[in-house]
């Protein structure tokens, strides 16, 4: 451990208790205080990877459909119970996950497990409920179609991916998620949703024995749903794939994205570097060229968003006033081929590790955030969460030649897909440009 | 109530006139500190709209000791976070790193010199920043919702400013404005973090102990009356949604009916998940939005906030969505909610603040809030009998004083 971190390695992993039951539900307990609050998370294995063409956005879908009531729990209860034991809830879906989360006093939050061993398999999903609840995702869908960067960052990864379900956005196609039947949604609940594909975190002031053994009273018994499928491989993209979209909006855009690889592969710590020395910082490559120097575009975001299945790297980019897009996208390629040739100056890298570090430590301040950082790991890495440990070592271990050598396998412009997003009363793509006001989010969805 | 809600706060007032405020976090290595001076909506002059919004933009461009670049990688290399804003700035990093980046936050907010390559850049992203909201019908309706209800009063103007008022300032007029107006008479400096509060206030006063200079002058705001009637715009945009802001005027922090007002936005329009009246009525049972809410208290501040009923939804249903507000609007006004309703709200209202007392940020804002607003440090310990102690009849007489039916401003823009 060197000086410099404060003994931050020793501490990312905290003291996990397992708990792993018959039927392959797995349960990850960590006792923290003094503040009396409990999050409890519970992890799907299941998004929209494993939909099928035609029932695409059922996860997403499915997800909110949790919260209207079980044979226990009827609907409103949820949400009342919840909000009774003064605690928040909510939940999320994205290309591989759907994840559900309780924060809550910590007297009271064992109602959580009950509410999550209950929906497990009891969802009642009500034909009524399906249609108005249809409806309100419905909504969502047109809320991003008008959002700027929603379609534009979804183009993308629909060229990126042509035969793999991560073509599909989460929330589905318009047509699927119209066409829908509750008994398409009823199977699709009835083969994915059962203990041997989900895990649950819990973090905070709890009595660990005590939950334990209520996490094996309550969840011991429910039967297996079916093991997850493979999905159809993405091939290697042979060439540049090219899209512009017009838009309502009076601002242009740009999104590049190159494919990567899998979630915890070394590859992905050397992109995370990567992602940081090209932008998201003042003193990032493309940040100080484009907005600082050519003062060309107003915001760079870069996006490492690495998956079970091997994920993407995406670039985005908003447009001053009067930019030229063929311009910015030169600059782009000018400044990826130095960063290929040239690595990550000495300097630059000591100042992104610490960054990396203590986004890390951050994440231990809120219980919630404590829960979301173990499951990302636990779901995402073959060592699940006890990866943990090795992060940071990870990062720190990562040799000038590795950075190098990722940044030239990945950031290869014969496998980018670009993605232009100009006002659609524009003539030219290269005219005006203005700012933003949101960044992109990622393949997330939320419940609200 | 348990002693683990007891916070450890710290205060010291400065000869200055600059209040330092140190809340105890000992379960964390990281820290945080803010610097909010009192500054105020009306010193920023009418035909500079945009200026003070500008300065706390270009904090951080160059210092007297560092540029933009240096700046940023010096907060950067002890993995910290920094920004500046209309009333000084935050920043927050690991323990390890406190001492720097209190300095580099000192630096910042009181030595920033604005330079002027620097400035027209960030103004040129303002601008953008400004066409990107008038591509959205959102932000179109909510800056207009704002100057229906504020009219010429300064909360009425865009915080941004406008393309015009924004090209019209200089660098010189913003060193004028931070001259003028960065004061320490007034305000605060709240860090909390590991560092037990003696020492942290020892070492907060080492760092703005010379903060100096005269106490500033404030413009008098004049008060914001309640529309005569109700009225109805509707700013057409070719969108898939469309956005409907509907309300007043509403009322301050330090007004006696916030604790009574916030039990009614529960059980109106804010409640969590889907507990309010409206999202069980316009989302959960007719599905007609995705985001819905209604609320007095959440805009509550120094000065008047707004009561603001908020909905997205196809254009089909603006009329229907607009109805079921004036339903609900109507019904809280008229009968108690049920003993059950309130029961409800209360658990989760006592149940829930401890929440906001996890992270470095929202406890240095907590203690910014608790003195700017005269709650007192035990605020937290007497919170949950606040609240017990409000009766259904209570919620009823506070909405009828505060909720006009008759005379609601209603904004859309989007999909027709």
Not at chain 1, 223 to 245: D, F, N, Q, T, W
Not at chain 2, 80 to 100: C, D, F, L, T, Y
Not at chain 2, 183 to 202: K, S, T, Y
Request: net charge neutral; glycine share 8%.
């Amino acid at each position: 451990m060197s000086e410099r971190d404060g003994g931050i390695e020793t501490a990312m992993l905290p003291d996990v208790e397992i708990v792993e039951l018959e039927n392959g539900f797995r349960a990850l307990l960590v006792e923290r205080g003094p503040l009396p609050v409990v999050a409890s998370l519970l992890w799907y294995r299941i998004g929209a990877r494993d939909e099928k063409t035609g029932e695409t956005g059922v996860s997403h879908f499915l997800e909110h459909m949790m919260f209207k009531g079980t044979d226990r729990f009827p609907k409103g209860q949820i949400d009342l119970l919840t909000s009774k034991m003064g605690g928040s809830n909510n939940a999320f879906t994205d290309n591989d996950s759907t994840a559900y989360y309780f924060a809550m006093a910590a007297d009271r939050w064992e109602t959580a497990l009950e509410i999550e061993a209950s929906r497990m398999r009891e969802c009642l999903l009500d034909p009524r409920e399906f249609a108005s609840e249809k409806n309100v995702v419905l909504e969502e869908l047109a809320m991003g179609e008008d959002d700027p960067w929603r379609p534009l960052y979804q183009a993308t990864e629909s060229l990126i991916y042509q035969v793999h379900p991560y073509h599909h956005p989460v929330i589905g196609w318009r047509q699927d998620l119209e066409r829908l039947s509750v008994q398409q949604m009823r199977d699709y609940y009835a083969r994915h949703y059962g203990p041997n594909r989900a895990f649950l975190v819990v973090v905070g002031a709890i009595d660990k024995a005590r939950t334990a053994a209520r996490i094996r009273e309550l969840f011991g018994s429910l039967p297996r749903a079916s093991e997850r499928e493979e999905p159809i491989r993405e091939p290697v993209p042979v060439g540049e794939r090219r899209a512009c979209l017009r838009t309502p909006h009076s601002v242009t855009r740009l999104c590049i994205g190159f494919p990567t690889c899998r979630m915890g592969e070394r590859d992905d710590y050397a992109l995370d570097v990567i992602a940081h020395d090209l932008g998201n910082s003042k003193n990032s490559r493309l940040y100080r060229r484009l907005v600082l120097k050519e003062e060309l575009v107003t915001e760079v975001s870069v996006m490492n968003e690495t998956r079970q299945d091997p994920g993407a790297i995406f670039f985005l980019f908003e447009l001053r006033d009067g930019a030229s897009l063929a311009r910015v996208e030169a600059i782009v390629r000018e400044e990826i081929g130095k960063q290929i040739e040239e690595g990550v100056g000495k300097k630059d890298l000591e100042r992104i590790r610490a960054q990396i570090r203590s986004s890390f430590l951050f994440q231990d301040e809120a219980v919630l955030d404590l829960a979301m950082k173990l499951a990302r790991f636990e779901a995402g890495t073959p060592e699940g969460f006890r990866t943990l440990a090795t992060v940071l070592p990870t990062y720190d271990s990562l040799t000038q030649k590795e950075l190098r050598e990722a940044a030239a396998k990945y950031l290869d412009f014969d496998r980018a897909a670009i993605v232009t997003a100009v006002p659609a009363a524009a003539k030219a793509p290269s005219r005006k440009g203005r700012a933003p006001a949101r960044k992109a989010e990622g393949a997330r969805r939320k419940r609200r | 109530m348990s002693d683990s809600l007891r916070l450890s706060i710290a205060e010291r007032e400065l000869p200055s006139g600059l209040t330092l405020l140190a809340v105890h976090n000992p379960r964390v290595r990281t820290f945080a500190c803010a610097v909010s001076l009192d500054i105020r909506p009306g010193d920023e002059p009418e035909d500079r709209s945009g200026l003070a919004h500008l300065v706390g933009e270009c904090l951080d461009e160059g210092t007297s000791h560092h540029d933009a670049l240096g700046l940023a990688a010096a907060v950067e290399r002890i993995g910290a976070s920094m920004e500046g804003n209309a009333r000084g700035g935050v920043v927050m990093g690991p323990a390890a790193s406190q001492k720097e980046a209190l300095d580099l936050l000192r630096e910042m907010v009181l030595e920033p010199e604005f330079p002027g390559r620097e400035v027209r850049r960030v103004q040129a992203e303002i601008v953008t920043e400004i066409r990107a909201e008038e591509d959205d019908p959102r932000s179109v309706a909510a800056r207009r919702f704002r100057r229906e209800i504020y009219g010429d009063h300064p909360l009425g103007r865009p915080p941004h400013g406008t393309l015009r008022s924004l090209g019209k300032l200089k660098p010189k007029d913003l060193r004028a404005f931070h001259d003028a107006w960065f004061r320490p008479a007034g305000g605060f400096v709240a860090a909390a973090g590991p560092m037990e509060p003696e020492r942290l206030l020892d070492q907060l006063t080492k760092v703005f102990g010379r903060f100096r200079g005269k106490p500033a002058k404030h413009v008098p705001m004049a008060d914001v009356d309640l529309a005569a009637t109700s009225r109805d715009a509707h700013l057409p945009m070719s969108r898939e949604q469309v956005h409907v802001f509907l309300g007043h005027i509403g009322i301050r922090r330090t007004h006696p009916d916030f604790y009574v007002l916030s039990l009614m936005d529960h059980v109106l329009g804010t409640g969590p998940g889907f507990t309010s009246r409206v999202s069980k009525k316009l989302r959960d049972e007719q599905g007609l939005c995705y985001a819905v809410s209604a609320g007095i208290t959440a805009s509550a501040g120094e000065e008047p906030g707004t009561f603001t009923a908020y909905i997205g939804t196809s254009p089909e249903h603006r009329q229907k969505a607009i109805d079921g507000f004036l339903t609900e609007i109507r019904r809280i006004r008229s009968e108690p909610p049920s003993p059950q309703e309130l029961q409800d709200v209360k658990d989760y209202l006592t149940g829930s603040f401890v929440f906001g007392l996890e992270r470095n940020t929202n406890l240095a804002a907590y203690a910014i809030r608790a003195r700017r607003f005269g709650l007192g440090f035990d605020f937290l310990q007497r919170y949950p009998d606040v609240v017990r102690a409000i009766t259904p009849e209570q919620v009823r007489e506070a909405a009828e004083r505060h909720l006009h039916p008759d005379r609601l401003v209603v904004v859309s823009a989007g999909a027709s």
